[in-house]
């Protein structure tokens, strides 16, 4: 494996200017340095100041090669089962090709690989060279579709000047300069995106951009502004038109109608690209700030270290199934005239808000995501916001989940069972992961470890028996592997097995639920993923619970949950697994990347409750109720509620 000392010798080979000689033409990174905001074609040139190096390219697909080998639903790309036929790809096929392209520059090879994984729709699989990610395209005209008097239509965000104000003066302060009015925009209603109906447009930007979800319905509201989390705070998402990490584009031309105007107009919105990576001066310093490898690119042995985890306890507390979401990076707040009004209840410091509604008998609990500051203290807030509930009399209890990118599983468990009371036992799902040759090495090199085991995500005492007794640290649920048929492959998988979320969790867990289940309901815009799919499949599969879903395309159909799967690995993590037994030099092993970037892939399949020989993932389950936003509900958490309740209580 290459050393850090060697990797920088290489870099300075095959870059002169990184070892300090200048480079031969004007310096398009330098052009841009230290500043927060530019045009696009200038972050591009930037990009593209750097030229294909054959041996990166080598070094990642052959990464990206055998990272698939982990991913469990390759084989179900061959042929996706409706309704997600828009996510079937070759994926091999597809790999082979890029090997034959020929590529100008480094980032048109890794544009190329980012956009292959963001089609697959499946956000925890994805490659993000980070190298190329650190510039988001912002438009100050974000779109929604809003129901106005019966009739659904693409609108510029009625509080587009509040919310884009937000950016701050300098990102403003070009329109200005340049002389152009986004202000006069806000609430125009879209004809046309492109030369194209608005509406397709949309589902262009979602079949092409959007990526994370399975369900294209579920893909389109990402590309609309929505109301969210962000961190501990409320925050508007600008949406996949609005706010794309990519600055190929430099404007959008509308067709459109001005609020309170009966001209059609034809507009060209100019996009301005945020800078979101490390501080540089040229191109040698962006390259070392952003695309160089650094301490966390590549994984550990942790062998002999001593901080390692002695207990299943510990690391469950790591097992994470979430998307990574770009536009985290550019977070805007929610504009202040449309925070709820509703004082905010105890326990509703961190990633969960909750309020009682002006009625007294509802209580909201808007989990924004399942990844907190504190693993504890999600569960303590939990305790703290239900006996809060309970205390004030309240009778019904609406759980927001909008954009709810997900986060630790086990938390979706303890959530799951904290309201459904003890008494459902094992509050998970069946689970398995890929039984390739490489991972059976791992799990037998676990084994022989025996009471010595390092006590990582392969570790059989991580996971439980069907019976919810843990397995010993000797046994080897890979021997043998279960044999598994998709698409006319055969894909040997892991015996199943139980998560042992409960072993972790630090607050006790009632035996029967807080709120009558009859009187519990789900609401969010769809885009829900991993842990929170997983939330919200185990209460509509185990319970019925009662499910609403807001915006979308009129007509078309789209899911209540986003991508399903049951554990996610980051590369580093996969190659922490490999070193840690001594695997790093097998010929199956993946080579260490020599670029700061990621392969994330779905290691592990939770398998629905209804039908255990399918993955949830591949389930079509719609939601109950659908609705359209409207001005009043779009952006605008409280009001959304009241109307939710309204419906859903009735």
Same mark, same amino acid.
């Given at each position: ?20 000689? +200048?480079?031969? $033409? ?14 696009? @074609? ?47 790809? /070759? ?55 809003? =129901? ?33 009015? !986004?202000? &006069?925009?806000?609430? +125009? ?24 979800y399975l369900d294209h319905g579920v893909r389109v509201n990402s590309v609309f502004t929505s109301y969210r989390i962000s961190g501990t705070v409320f925050s508007q998402r600008l949406g996949d038109l609005a706010g794309p990490e990519d600055v190929t ?13 009966? *001209? ?8 301005? $690209? ?9 191109? @040698?310093?962006?390259? +070392? ?23 299943? *306890?510990?690391v469950q507390k790591r097992i994470k199934a979430s998307i990574i979401d770009g536009l985290n990076s550019k977070a805007v707040g929610l504009p202040g005239p449309f925070l709820p009004t509703a004082p905010p209840v105890d326990g509703s410091e961190d990633v969960i808000k909750s309020f009682i509604l002006p009625d007294k008998k509802t209580g909201v609990m808007f989990v924004g995501s399942f990844e907190p500051s504190d693993f504890d203290q999600f569960?303590?807030?939990?305790? @703290?916001?239900?006996?809060?509930? *309970? ?86 649920? #890979? ?11 055969? #894909? ?25 289940? /009859? ?7 769809? =885009? ?42 980051? !590369? ?13 030099? =097998? ?12 392969? &994330? ?5 939770? !398998? ?17 109720? &659908?609705?359209?936003?409207?001005? #009043? ?16 209580? $009735?």
């Amino acid at each position: 494996m290459p050393t850090l000392c060697n990797v920088l010798l290489f870099f300075a080979a095959a870059y002169p200017w990184l070892a300090g000689a +200048a480079p031969s $033409a004007a310096d398009p990174c330098a052009k841009i340095a230290g500043l927060t905001f530019v045009p696009p @074609a200038d972050a591009l040139a930037c990009y593209k100041s750097f030229p294909f190096n054959q041996t990166l390219f080598e070094n990642v697909l052959d990464n990206m090669d055998r990272v698939f080998d982990f991913f469990t639903f390759e084989d179900f790309y061959l042929n996706s089962p409706p309704p997600f036929q828009e996510s079937t790809n /070759n994926i091999r096929a597809t790999l082979a090709k890029i090997r034959q392209t020929k590529f100008q520059t480094d980032y048109d090879f890794n544009k190329a690989l980012y956009d292959f994984t963001t089609q697959l729709n499946d956000g925890h699989t994805r490659y993000f060279p980070n190298c190329y990610n650190v510039f988001q395209n912002i438009l100050p005209a974000p779109v929604i579709s809003l =129901d106005v008097n019966g009739v659904s239509n693409v609108y510029i965000a009625p509080d587009s000047v509040e919310f884009i104000s937000l950016l701050g003066t300098s990102y403003t302060n070009f329109f200005t300069q340049i002389g152009f009015d !986004w202000q &006069r925009l806000a609430g +125009a209603k879209v004809l046309e995106i492109e030369g194209m109906d608005a509406y397709a447009y949309v589902d262009l930007i979602a079949k092409t951009v959007s990526g994370n979800y399975l369900d294209h319905g579920v893909r389109v509201n990402s590309v609309f502004t929505s109301y969210r989390i962000s961190g501990t705070v409320f925050s508007q998402r600008l949406g996949d038109l609005a706010g794309p990490e990519d600055v190929t584009r430099t404007s959008l031309t509308f067709k459109l109608i001005p609020a309170g105007s009966t *001209k059609v107009e034809t507009v060209s919105v100019p996009y301005l $690209a945020s800078y979101t990576g490390l501080p540089f001066t040229d191109s @040698a310093t962006f390259w +070392a700030a952003n695309c160089a490898p650094n301490a966390g690119t590549n994984g550990v042995d942790l062998r002999g270290q001593s901080n390692l985890p002695n207990n299943a *306890k510990k690391v469950q507390k790591r097992i994470k199934a979430s998307i990574i979401d770009g536009l985290n990076s550019k977070a805007v707040g929610l504009p202040g005239p449309f925070l709820p009004t509703a004082p905010p209840v105890d326990g509703s410091e961190d990633v969960i808000k909750s309020f009682i509604l002006p009625d007294k008998k509802t209580g909201v609990m808007f989990v924004g995501s399942f990844e907190p500051s504190d693993f504890d203290q999600f569960q303590s807030d939990v305790v @703290a916001t239900t006996a809060a509930f *309970k205390a004030a009399g309240v009778t019904q209890l609406l759980i927001d989940l909008t954009n709810n990118g997900g986060g630790f599983v086990c938390l979706g468990q303890f959530l799951h069972q904290f309201l459904a009371g003890s008494q459902i036992g094992y509050p998970g799902f069946q689970s398995t992961q890929r039984g390739n040759p490489l991972a059976q090495k791992i799990v037998a090199a676990h084994v022989a470890m025996g009471v010595n085991d390092i006590g990582t995500f392969y570790s059989p005492d991580n996971w439980a028996f069907l019976n919810d007794t843990i397995m010993p640290v000797t046994f080897n649920y #890979d021997k043998p592997t279960l044999p598994f048929v998709v698409n006319g492959r055969i #894909d040997p998988t892991s015996q199943r097995f139980h998560d042992t979320c409960t072993e972790g969790f630090s607050q006790p867990i009632p035996t029967t639920p807080p709120f009558d289940l /009859n009187k519990v309901a789900i609401v969010s815009n769809g =885009d829900c993923a991993s842990t929170c799919a997983m939330f919200s499949t185990l209460m509509f599969e185990r319970h019925r619970t009662k499910i609403a879903v807001f915006g979308g395309k009129p007509g078309e159909v789209m899911e209540y949950k986003g991508m399903a799967g049951n554990q996610v690995l980051e !590369w580093a993590d996969l190659d922490t697994e490999i070193k840690s037994v001594g695997l790093q030099n =097998d010929p199956l092993a993946p080579p260490e990347l020599l670029v700061n970037s990621n392969f &994330r892939h779905n290691w592990r399949t939770a !398998w629905s409750f209804f039908d255990e020989a399918r993955p949830i993932a591949y389930v079509s389950e719609l939601p109950q109720l &659908r609705f359209s936003y409207t001005n #009043d509900t779009y952006n605008n958490p409280q009001n959304l509620w009241t109307f939710a309740a309204s419906k859903l209580f $009735a």
